[in-house]
């Protein structure tokens, strides 16, 4: 097996760090605080080719792959994890688009969505159930030429950012993926739920209330939409949630690392007491660890592999990732004494975000659940 990454791919790394270094290092805190959604540095991603990364070049993209995206968004969470966040949820729209809308769609969504100019969401959520997709009570009724719309999402990452939201609601027997745009009558986003981390990409609840949607809007084929809906969670979401996760832990890591060598007690730098080596130690090679599963993820998708053959693979990545993220917050935290809860060391924040990591993109125990059934059979 060939572990080494690619050219372009160690390219891109270099790329994304100094980027993210230079535009979302100096901002995050104050990101963080102001809470609102970072448009300029979407922008600033778009015209590096890291927001349309696994679209086709016909549609705007720069179709670099999977394991490159996790890359990304790995370097990108290592220093601000809410627009990393983004990526994972507003890229399932993206290759939802790309893989199951027709071309209008297509045509139509995804060059502004690759620049940067427009926001994507992906709501599938409703207050009956995360993990349950079967409990939907969100109503598409045709009617003529268009849905009649009726229902509720809640907890849509971007819901009241975005200007096109791809949504599943009940229609008939089975249930339709289809778009909304911003500012369709009926629809609105009432509101902005209050959260602990991740503050600057609002999560928000969607309401549809006969909302008139046409046709043509309907993404894939009818009765399909759940179906669609978790194909994009497996293939994009989810990998994407680990990495985000990789990314906090390595960040929370070097911070850790950087303090322990400047802290001195006893007359030398509390790197060199043995107790805080060992928990230095742990963070590096659980990091490292779950590094090596995300990009197996990756590497399995840019090998033609589908999120059901793969699912194991993916919920591994996303469990252990998510974590280790939380596991490396938490002992940092304890390193750095009184300093690790001071917003300034830039841990808090971190922390926060890891803990919103744990339900996002399907909880942890139902990681578990998709593990230990392919263990059980
Ligand atoms: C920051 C954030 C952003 C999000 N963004 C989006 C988004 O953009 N779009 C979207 O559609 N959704 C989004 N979500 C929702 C997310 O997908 C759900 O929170 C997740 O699926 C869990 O659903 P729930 O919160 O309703 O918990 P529930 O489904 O009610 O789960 C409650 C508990 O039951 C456990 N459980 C559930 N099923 C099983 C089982 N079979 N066996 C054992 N235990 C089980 C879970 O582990 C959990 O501990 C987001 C969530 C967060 C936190």
Request: proline share 4%; net charge neutral; aromatic share 8%.
């Given at each position: ?40 540095a979407l ?6 080719g ?9 549609y ?46 297509k ?48 907890f ?8 096109v ?9 089975g ?6 745009e ?26 549809f ?26 293939a ?48 590096n ?9 995300c ?63 744990l ?11 998709i ?7």
């Amino acid at each position: 097996m060939d572990f080494a990454p690619t050219r372009e791919q160690e390219m891109l790394r270099d790329m994304v760090r100094a980027f993210a270094e230079s535009e979302l290092a100096p901002n995050a805190l104050s990101f963080d605080e102001k809470g609102e959604f970072p448009f300029e540095a979407l922008k600033k991603a778009a015209k590096l080719g890291l927001v349309g990364i696994i679209n086709s070049k016909e549609y705007g993209g720069s179709d670099m792959g999977h394991l490159a995206r996790m890359i990304m968004i790995e370097e990108i969470s290592r220093v601000y994890p809410p627009l990393g966040f983004y990526f994972q949820t507003g890229q399932i729209g993206m290759y939802g688009l790309q893989n199951f809308g027709s071309e209008e769609q297509k045509k139509k969504y995804l060059p502004p969505l690759c620049q940067g100019d427009t926001v994507m969401a992906w709501a599938l959520t409703e207050a009956t159930g995360g993990s349950d997709a079967s409990t939907l009570q969100t109503t598409a009724e045709l009617v003529g030429d268009e849905y009649n719309v009726n229902g509720r999402k809640v907890f849509i990452t971007a819901g009241e950012t975005a200007d096109v939201v791809g949504f599943v609601a009940k229609a008939g027997d089975g249930t339709n993926l289809l778009l909304v745009e911003k500012g369709t009558p009926g629809f609105t986003t009432p509101r902005r739920e209050e959260r602990l981390g991740l503050r600057s990409i609002p999560v928000s609840e969607l309401a549809f209330t006969n909302c008139r949607i046409p046709k043509e809007n309907l993404v894939g084929q009818e009765g399909r939409g759940v179906r669609l809906a978790l194909a994009g969670i497996g293939a994009v979401g989810r990998p994407g949630a680990a990495a985000v996760s990789l990314g906090i832990a390595q960040g929370a890591y070097e911070v850790t690392l950087r303090f322990a060598k400047e802290r001195n007690l006893y007359g030398k730098a509390i790197v060199q007491l043995q107790a805080v080596q060992f928990a230095l130690v742990n963070m590096n090679v659980e990091t490292e660890a779950a590094r090596w599963l995300c990009y197996y993820t990756g590497w399995l998708l840019d090998q033609g592999k589908s999120p059901g053959e793969i699912g194991p693979d993916i919920a591994r990545a996303k469990l252990y990732a998510t974590d280790v993220a939380n596991k490396v917050c938490l002992k940092a935290a304890e390193i750095m004494g009184g300093y690790g809860l001071s917003p300034e060391y830039q841990l808090v924040r971190r922390l926060r975000d890891a803990l919103e990591l744990l339900p996002a993109a399907g909880a942890q125990d139902v990681q578990r659940v998709i593990i230990g059934g392919a263990i059980a059979r």
